[in-house]
């Protein structure tokens, strides 16, 4: 088979808090396997956000989380693309918390389309319109336990639907509480119904599946990815745009790593990227070099450090044969 490459990245859980850049370790995520926390920033501007966007997030498997934010007005352009919020573990049975964000205007996540389990809480955000016009139901089993109180009064609002301005009805429409309305995110974005399937594009094609044939669907793309999809049983509701691979695929691995044995070596084989730091302190071993290579051997780029730490077994890098960057977003202390 073609080695196929569809460019997703899993994260494990983000609490982002304090600074506006600290959003940056989103950069490369697909899907955040645990929760998406963002909170604390006091010091935040609107200006601030302005450019920052997150589009290669799709999936939160835990959920989401939203807390004093300061300068945040829409989510839209953060994460235009968040589709599914799977709620396996929740904040007091909430997948998606928006608590006290003093300047968001409207939710905005229009790209969402299922929270699998959980609730929804949405309280205390004083500017925040466009509530009305959602329609939960469209993306969650049950509204029962929703909260959704003390935001901005829906008559202060003037939401308006795309198209409503001129006097077309452009968004699906659905009945709440005895009112009949488009339904949308904002005046940009109509809300989309739940969708019941999974779009994989390769080699240009598009390959539409719901999860029962994920498995089938392997026979013809081989990819990490799909076979991420079938262990976690998603609800696939995002697309995945793949093409061929120029040699072995991008596999990028998370966390700081230590390497102080061969067996802790051999959990890095295949990466080509290490999402944080990497710390070599193996002092003896037999045929070592020649066993780093085979694990560590595909590495390119490390984003943190590289330290090297009373290291005895060794007297030559060459095991990272490949390694060509090595970025410092973190480095090490003195």
Request: proline letters at 2%; hydrophobic letters at 40%.
């Amino acid at each position: 088979f073609t080695s196929v490459n569809c460019y997703m990245v899993v994260c494990q859980s983000k609490n982002i808090r304090n600074n506006v850049t600290n959003l940056r370790s989103l950069e490369n995520c697909t899907i955040i396997e645990g929760h998406l926390k963002i909170l604390l920033m006091f010091g935040a501007k609107s200006g601030d956000f302005q450019g920052l966007s997150f589009p290669k997030l799709r999936v939160v498997t835990d959920y989401v989380l939203l807390f004093r934010v300061y300068g945040l007005e829409t989510l839209s352009d953060l994460f235009p693309n968040l589709t599914v919020i799977r709620g396996n573990n929740l904040f007091f049975n909430y997948a998606l918390v928006i608590y006290e964000m003093l300047q968001l205007k409207e939710v905005g996540l229009h790209s969402l389309m299922n929270i699998t389990r959980g609730a929804v809480r949405i309280e205390k955000n004083p500017d925040l319109c466009y509530l009305a016009t959602l329609d939960w139901s469209m993306i969650l089993d049950s509204v029962e336990d929703n909260f959704i109180v003390a935001n901005k009064n829906e008559r202060e609002c003037g939401d308006v639907c795309p198209g409503t301005a001129q006097g077309q009805t452009l968004c699906t429409q659905t009945t709440i509480n005895g009112h009949f309305r488009g339904r949308c995110w904002s005046q940009t974005y109509c809300q989309t119904k739940h969708l019941h399937g999974c779009i994989i594009s390769v080699h240009g094609h598009a390959y539409v599946t719901s999860k029962a044939r994920v498995s089938s669907l392997m026979l013809l793309v081989t990819t990490a990815a799909v076979k991420y999809l079938e262990k976690m049983k998603f609800l696939c509701l995002f697309r995945l745009t793949c093409e061929p691979c120029a040699g072995p695929c991008p596999k990028a691995c998370q966390g700081n790593k230590t390497i102080d044995s061969v067996t802790s070596a051999q959990a890095l084989r295949g990466c080509t990227v290490i999402e944080g730091n990497m710390v070599i302190k193996i002092r003896g071993g037999t045929n070592i070099a020649a066993e780093l290579e085979a694990s560590l051997g595909q590495i390119e780029v490390i984003k943190g450090y590289l330290s090297i730490r009373r290291a005895y077994a060794l007297v030559s890098l060459s095991f990272l044969r490949k390694l060509h960057t090595i970025k410092g977003e973190q480095l090490e202390a003195e």
